[in-house]
């Protein structure tokens, strides 16, 4: 394996997409307008990505589904060191984002961000470099099995924190951004 194999499928799996989206973008705003753009053109082309993302990740359980189920002492030593890395990196942004005064909503961004990964792009470079039923696929799978879980879990540890250190109850936000609306609808 060389950096350029890698260097290639990042630039083909990243660089291609990107292009793309700058090249549809420039384009569909320059002969049809901005409104058009974001209010026709990306609602439509926005569950592709979404889709490629679930084939692929679909395909690599296909693929890894034995191995994983074959060999689970292997995927806790994948998984354990992901669930620390996701703790440490969500706490310590957390604690951060508080003592830097970011409020509540910056902090939990902030927290979040830190704590994901992109496994997209680990899974796409591990797929281009080592082929789908390598052991290197097999991490990029575990990942997100074990990231989607526990920042799910986070959620709940965020809104508690948020309670907690903020001197705010965060946990009705979305309904109450949506009351104003609500109540100028009735008005």
Do not use: K
């Not at 384009?27 to 209010?39: A, D, N, P, S, V």
């Not at 296909?62 to 994948?78: E, H, K």
Request: no cysteine; proline share 4%; aromatic share 12%.
């Amino acid at each position: 394996m060389s950096i350029w194999e890698v260097a290639r499928t990042v630039l083909v799996f990243l660089g291609i997409p990107l292009l793309a989206g700058y090249v549809t973008r420039r384009e569909g705003i320059r002969r049809r307008g901005e409104q058009w753009y974001t209010q026709r053109f990306l609602p439509r082309i926005a569950p592709i990505a979404l889709y490629g993302l679930l084939f692929t990740i679909v395909m690599l359980f296909a693929l890894q589904g034995d191995a994983i189920t074959r060999d689970p002492l292997n995927v806790a030593r994948i998984a354990i060191p992901l669930l620390v890395y996701f703790l440490v990196m969500f706490f310590t942004s957390f604690a951060l984002g508080r003592a830097l005064g970011f409020g509540y909503a910056r902090t939990a961004t902030l927290a979040f961000t830190a704590a994901s990964n992109n496994f997209e792009l680990a899974i796409a470079v591990a797929v281009g470099v080592f082929g789908a039923a390598s052991g290197q696929a097999l991490a990029g799978v575990v990942g997100p099995l074990i990231e989607v879980p526990v920042l799910v879990g986070l959620v709940y540890v965020a809104l508690w924190l948020g309670r907690r250190w903020f001197d705010q109850d965060h946990s009705d936000d979305r309904v109450a951004s949506t009351r104003p609306a609500a109540e100028a609808a009735r008005s």
